[in-house]
């Protein structure tokens, strides 16, 4: 089994990730923890190439759990080897409450989001970053799900096996459910 776990941001596709890879014991791959390397340098603008090639040798294995919605090259690899597809659209009011709570809890904290990388999220990121998950949350919430749709209807993903979740609740079977 290869699951790609896919939302918009604050979803909870890590959370849901990381709890998969372990009862299924298989190797959980955080994107974001590939991406994001010291002082918030990320390899998908910076060196794209050595991102791929970190994401495909990750992925280089018979089994695993993947979290993130990285598009072109690296969306390209995740999707070309996954089996199945969890998406996480919840309502935009779901979403908005966890990604302001878990953006809440990291700066108070202060725990470092990627071991090795020193990356820790402040409460001034939330004014002065225009990107601060928070407003990325919120911006980008309706084409995510325009994006996953448009997938789901495109008959070359026929073959993947796709659960749509809508509400946090209808996590709790999702070993049974796949």
């Known amino acids: 089994m290869r699951i790609a776990v896919v939302g918009t941001s604050g ?7 990381k709890r998969l890879a372990t009862s299924l014991n298989i190797p959980n791959v955080e994107l974001d923890a590939i991406n994001w390397q010291a002082g918030w340098r990320d390899l998908n603008t910076h060196d794209p190439e050595e991102f791929r090639r970190r994401v495909s040798a990750a992925l280089d294995v018979d089994a695993w759990v993947s979290d993130g ?5 690296v969306g390209t690899i995740v999707l070309s080897r996954a089996t199945h597809i ?3 659209d919840y309502d935009r009011s779901v979403v908005m409450r966890r990604v302001v709570w878990r953006s809440f809890y990291r700066a108070a904290s ?5 071991p090795g990388t020193g990356n820790r999220e402040t409460f001034v ?11 990325w949350a ?23 096996k796709i659960v749509r979740l809508r509400h946090p609740r209808e996590a709790n079977d999702i070993l049974t459910r796949l």
């Not at 990121?125 to 407003?135: A, L, S």
């Open 11 to 17: 979803s909870g596709k890590s959370t849901l990730a």
């Open 69 to 73: 919605n990285y598009s072109g090259a």
């Open 86 to 88: 969890i998406w996480l």
């Open 110 to 114: 202060g725990k470092e989001l990627w």
């Open 125 to 135: 990121q939330w004014f002065k970053d225009p990107d601060h998950p928070i407003r």
């Open 138 to 160: 919120w911006r980008t919430h309706e084409h995510r799900r325009k994006q996953y749709e448009a997938l789901i209807a495109d008959p070359r993903s026929a073959w993947l």
